[in-house]
């Protein structure tokens, strides 16, 4: 766990470099934080929970500077607004990187405390979260410049691809699927308690929508026709004029390398809920539950799937033995390419409760109007997600490297 902790934190700060002071500090959207500020809240976090609450005589780096950058913890008390975390000129980068030296210093003595070990998980995975958002953040603020700013200059060259065709899908019988995560290792609390979930026969496809497959909804009229969408949808759509995914132009996307040339085989990313469900109605499909997901997923861990190994290393040669009928096996691109939207309301799962004290916020109070997203994204952290993982957000929003696979009935 230490060796998690000091690896989490370097990455952060790594991640952050590439940017300048200004870089850093804009914030494009309410939904979006500046990149100094993810540098700072995921300091507090472990300056709050653990170094102010569990080392004796500890003292706050700065008694100011909690108000600046608590998130959303009501019982931490007062916060800045969050859209006004873009107003924070000061305390600068190199300030919050020393706070963030001062921090990790401070922490030593706790990385091998037993008593601390369960809160520190929670840390490098909250940090973890953050690097996400970090690098979508940046994307999303960057995107507002009409020079199309690189944040680098250049990218790994696009991997090779199979072509798509309607043939590939994993068939599942049905049956009672156990969901939720086991209890080895760390989840966060909505991951459980594991349940059981009566599955429909039904089939899942092996591949991601890819940019070509949406060229062609796009020119079959597909955001122009009101009955491919929810009525919701259908309303977002007319009032913000959308009629393409999110950072896309004529045969370009812009990305953290700026705009670059669309790839057709790679899988569409930033799409809202809404255009999921539109396009999973256009292409005569529909979105898996987030049990149907997990069901297929169980024969696939994120640690092995090939979009985490290059070299393609793939453990699949072990049955689900917590779900009865056996499940077939996993599809590459499970994890590592885009999140996935589902059709399941994020919602508590049977006997459910939130964690004891301020961290008991974490997930639980915002089980309300979002959707639940599984896998990972070219942006998550290696290792940091896993069959029974919950990513939610609400349908209209789409920064994330947000796409869909499709499903059907059988």
């Known amino acids: 766990m230490a060796d998690d902790f000091r690896r989490t934190r370097r990455l952060t700060a ?17 939904d979006a934080s500046p990149a100094k500020w993810h540098l700072a809240h995921t300091t507090w976090f472990f300056e709050t929970f653990l170094l102010r609450d569990h080392l004796p005589d500890y003292r706050l780096y700065r008694e100011d500077w909690p108000f600046l950058f608590n998130s959303y913890y009501e019982a931490e008390g007062a916060r800045i607004a969050r859209f006004d975390r873009g107003m924070l000129s000061r305390p600068t980068v190199a300030e919050i990187r020393e706070w963030r030296d001062h921090v990790d210093a401070a922490m030593e003595p706790l990385l091998d405390d037993p008593a601390c070990a369960a809160l520190i998980a929670l840390g490098i995975a909250h940090e973890q979260q953050h690097q996400e958002l970090l690098l979508t953040d940046i994307k999303h603020a960057l995107f507002q410049n009409p020079l199309g700013p690189a944040m680098w ?43 059981r979930v009566l ?12 940019n070509a497959q949406w060229d062609a909804f796009v020119a079959d009229g597909g955001y122009r026709d009101a009955r491919l969408w929810l009525s919701d949808g259908w309303a977002w759509v007319n009032e913000h004029g959308i009629s393409a995914p999110l950072y896309w132009r004529e045969g370009e996307a812009f990305t953290h390398a700026g705009w670059q040339e669309r790839d057709p085989d790679a899988p569409v990313t930033h799409i809202s809920y809404y255009e999921a469900d539109a396009f999973a109605t256009w292409a005569g499909a529909r979105l898996p539950t987030e049990f149907e997901w997990e069901a297929i997923a169980r024969g696939q861990h994120a640690e092995s799937a090939p979009a985490h190994d ?18 077939p096996l996993g599809s590459d691109a499970l994890f590592g390419d885009c999140w996935q939207f ?5 919602l508590p ?12 916020e974490y997930n639980g109070k915002f089980m309300s109007g979002q959707f639940v997203l599984k896998g990972a994204s070219c942006a998550t952290v290696r290792g940091h997600s896993r069959a029974s993982y919950r990513n939610f957000f609400y349908p209209h929003q789409r920064w994330q490297f947000t796409g869909l696979r499709l499903a059907k009935d059988i």
């Open 349 to 360: 799962y049977p006997r459910f409760a939130p964690c004891e004290g301020a961290v008991g």
């Open 199 to 210: 599955l429909e026969p039904f089939a899942l496809s092996q591949r991601l929508v890819t």
């Open 14 to 30: 790594a991640l952050a470099e590439p940017l300048s002071e200004a870089d850093a500090t804009i914030q494009s959207m309410e």
């Open 310 to 327: 290059p070299a393609g290393g793939n453990q699949l040669d072990h049955p689900d033995r917590w779900a009865a009928p056996p499940l």
């Open 153 to 195: 200059d250049e990218t790994a060259p696009a991997p090779q691809r199979a072509a798509a065709h309607d043939g590939d899908w994993h068939r599942h019988p049905g049956g009672i699927a156990l969901i939720g995560h086991d209890g080895n290792g760390f989840a966060f609390d909505n991951e459980g308690p594991r349940h």
């Open 342 to 346: 589902t059709r399941s309301a994020y």
